[in-house]
């Protein structure tokens, strides 16, 4: 599929594409949307900007992807061929001096065989002499319909996440437990009523994993909410900090909607979230807290597991409340 829009009318033409003198065309590419799935839309918009002073004679087949080369880490490269372009796309326009057009391109129908793998893709455009700044994107397994079980000294909290709400949060921490990350770590911080922290590599509340993720937090009153038993993701000042330490709220904190990335709640362990929040804790120095938080006893997270969704079942998106 491959949606076009214009600021100024393109012409059709007869004649062959012609080449323009360099810095009068210019061609870009852009992640439409903020995450990718394997075997799903993995959309990127390319724009032809004619910053020249005469038209540009353009084959339209690139509006539709041609001439789009699509890269997999393991060298595996496809390129977009004209047999991929519809027939009633295959004609040449005229770039009006001063236009631009925009096109968003689904890449997984185009390069099915690197877009049905998890992966740091490299996309590329040539139209012509002209080439594109190579985007590159990551695509992530499908979370859909998965749940986690965190496996503590205290016993057990099933988890049920919200993919299609907050994707790149949860992809960060199911890949973070499925690469064993967090196990043997702990709940370094605890403040019952608040809520129980932990995934910290330190055990302090300083460390972080291989890499920090944005802030997916919406207002209003459909955004995710932090209810009792929500898991959501720590961060520092900057609200794009998020990394890999994460706490489960242990009563309903609505402060804390909008500014911190709910990404799932709790569906079996309730009790064990309430055995680690009573917890003897002590003050911690210069932590943020000035009621104790620091438990005194050791609160160990054995092993997060990963729980598939049961063959044939329906993925639910999952609302969160």
Partial sequence: MSLVSFVAPLLLATSAPLAPSDGDVVLTLAAADRFYDVARPAR???TIENRGRASFLMNNGVLFGQGLQVAAADGVV???KETAVPANAKQNLLLPAGATVTSVVDLAPLAP???EKRGPVKVGLALGELTAPPLDLEIHPDWRGWHAVIESSLGEMEL?????RAPITVANFLELAEADFYDG???HRV???FMVQGGCPHGDGTGDGPKTIPLEAERGPDALKH???TISMAHKADPNSGSCQFF???RDQIALNGAYSAFGRIVRGLETLDRIADVPCAIAPGGPDTAPSRPKERVEMKKIRLVPPAPGAVKPGGSGG
């Fill in 44 to 46: 990127i918009r390319l």
């Fill in 78 to 80: 496809h390129e977009v």
């Fill in 113 to 115: 065989q690197i877009f």
């Fill in 160 to 164: 049920e996440f919200f993919p299609e």
């Fill in 185 to 187: 770590l702990s709940f």
């Fill in 191 to 193: 403040v019952k009523g």
């Fill in 227 to 229: 209810l009792r038993g």
């Fill in 248 to 250: 489960l709220c242990h």
